[in-house]
């Protein structure tokens, strides 16, 4: 298969056959997964795929598969339980001192295992200026919101002036001291991480973070590292987001090369999520199980500052929480057994706990 490297972001089943991404005898099975789900791929990740390898493990992110219609009984429309913790129209209180904010419902790819799959797409919309200013009204009434989350859809998708008027309206809210942004930007199109757009992001007194997404070491181009680094310029904070996918990134070096490249980027490794139970989704997820033998090996292998932690949504809203590996057992009167990164055991002594 030739691909001809595209120009234009790719939206529909054809152009995604013509930039040779799918063999043309695939596009009955797009179209039907089309019907249901967005498309999106930018050239800056298409550019990525290599030739010839229906296994791509960037190609296989964001082409649709027919996979993707069948759904297994525990998937849920929302997985993370987000509406139910919504008191106004896109924003998510769910911990005490932080909401989530849903600026816009469209990003400019469209990866096929997304935990809101069913929420965004184009003409899914972006929050009208009235939604946002009850979101704001609700923040100022509630003064133990200390993090603001900006996500999506990808809210980075946004001009730099709409990103600006909402940063300086959260800043003018005393409480709120960290605004978090959350985007798949810096790798689908860092040539739209401007300047203009980090400094945007920006507010005198207040910590911007951003939350970057990649799944595969590939990602982290040069391109990418430069757009890390014009936010970082600015000011940022950059932690990286990943999701454990089966065929693209559940084996120990091409996790430990993300991991890595993440660092060389300026990122931190924050969090690897074990795949969310959205529809569609069950040929992504990697067993929990396997999920910590990876995590004990980037324990072994990588320094603390490359090694994120393996975090679990659990469904329904109720939170996410570090799901291991285990490093400790605790056994009774002060005793514990604590593995090493290379698996020996050895017994630890509390003298505390032993009331001594
Ligand atoms: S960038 Fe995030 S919100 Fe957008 S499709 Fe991918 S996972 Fe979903």
Request: glycine letters at 8%; aromatic letters at 4%; hydrophobic letters at 40%.
């Amino acid at each position: 298969m030739t691909i001809q490297r595209p120009t234009q972001r790719l939206t529909t089943p054809r152009s995604l056959i013509e930039a040779g991404l799918a063999a043309p005898e695939r596009l009955q099975e797009l179209e039907a997964v089309a019907e249901r789900y967005a498309i999106g791929l930018t050239p800056a990740l298409a550019t990525l795929v290599q030739p010839g390898d229906p296994a791509d493990p960037i190609a296989r992110q964001f082409v649709p598969d027919a996979r993707e219609l069948i759904r297994d009984p525990a998937e849920r429309d929302d997985p993370i339980g987000d509406d139910a913790m919504s008191p106004v129209k896109g924003l998510v209180h769910r911990y005490p001192d932080r909401v989530l904010i849903k600026l816009v419902a469209v990003c400019a790819v469209y990866c096929r295992f997304c935990f809101r799959r069913e929420r965004v797409g184009p003409g899914a919309g972006v929050l009208s200026s009235a939604e946002f200013a009850a979101a704001l009204d609700y923040v100022r009434a509630h003064t133990g919101v200390w993090e603001v989350i900006l996500t999506g859809g990808d809210p980075l998708t946004l001009a730099p002036r709409r990103i600006a008027e909402a940063t300086l309206a959260l800043a003018g809210i005393p409480h709120v001291k960290t605004l978090r942004w959350h985007t798949r930007l810096p790798v689908a199109a860092p040539e739209r991480v401007t300047k203009a757009m980090a400094r945007a992001l920006m507010a005198e007194g207040k910590t911007t973070v951003v939350a970057v997404h990649a799944n595969h070491p590939r990602e982290l181009t040069e391109s990418a590292r430069s757009a890390c680094r014009r936010l970082t310029a600015e000011g940022a904070m950059l932690v990286s987001q990943s999701v454990l996918l089966k065929g693209v990134n559940d084996d120990g070096e091409t996790l430990i090369a993300l991991m890595r490249a993440f660092v060389e980027a300026g990122v931190k490794p924050y969090y690897l999520h074990h795949g969310d139970l959205a529809p569609g989704t069950a040929h992504w997820r990697v067993p929990i199980a396997k999920g910590q033998e990876l995590m004990r090996l980037l324990r072994a292998r990588l320094s603390g500052l490359a090694t994120p932690s393996y975090m679990l949504d659990i469904p329904g809203g109720r939170g996410k929480v570090p799901i291991g590996p285990q490093w400790v057992r605790t056994g009774g009167g002060g005793t514990h057994l604590v593995t090493d990164p290379r698996g020996g055991e050895h017994l630890y002594v509390d003298r505390l706990e032993m009331g001594a």
